[in-house]
C-alpha cells in the first residue's frame, strides 16, 4: 500500500518561511495532479493549493500569493513553498494526489505540523 509522506513542518515566528514536502512511500511516479491540505486546531481539512499535471496551479484565498505548489520533474515529489507566514497558518499539512479533483488516497499520510506564534 503506498504511503504519503509529509515532512518539513517546524514551529516559526510570523514572517518566516518554510518549504514542506512531500514524497511517497514506494517513490512512486504518482504526483501529476496533486494538492496539499491543512487542517487547524478544531476544522475539517481544506484544500489549500493544487497542481495539475500541465502545471496549472490554484490556491485558496487565505494563502494566495505567499505559498506556492510545485513538484520535481520526475513528478515523485510535491512542495510547498511557504512565504510570510501567519499565526492562522498553524496546522497539519497533508498532501495527496487528486483525481477528477477529489483526493485520490483514502489512507491520509501523517502530515507535517506547521506552527508559528511569536
Known amino acids: 500500500q503506498v504511503r504519503l509522506l509529509e515532512s518539513g513542518g517546524d514551529s516559526v515566528q510570523p514572517g518566516d518561511s518554510l518549504r514542506l514536502s512531500c514524497t511517497t512511500s514506494t517513490n512512486a511516479k504518482i504526483l501529476d495532479d496533486a494538492a496539499w491540505f491543512r487542517q487547524r486546531p478544531g476544522t475539517q481539512r481544506e484544500q489549500v493549493a493544487s497542481?495539475?499535471?500541465?502545471?496549472?496551479?490554484s490556491y485558496s484565498d487565505s494563502v494566495k500569493d505567499r505559498f506556492t505548489i510545485s513538484r520535481d520533474m520526475s513528478r515523485r515529489t510535491l512542495y510547498l513553498e511557504m512565504n510570510n507566514l501567519k499565526p492562522d497558518d498553524t496546522a497539519t499539512y497533508y498532501c495527496?494526489?487528486?483525481?477528477?479533483?477529489?483526493?485520490?488516497?483514502?489512507?491520509w499520510g501523517q502530515g507535517t505540523q506547521v506552527t508559528v506564534s511569536s
Open positions: 495527496n494526489a487528486l483525481f477528477r479533483g477529489a483526493p485520490f488516497f483514502q489512507t
Open positions: 497542481i495539475t499535471g500541465s502545471g496549472d496551479t
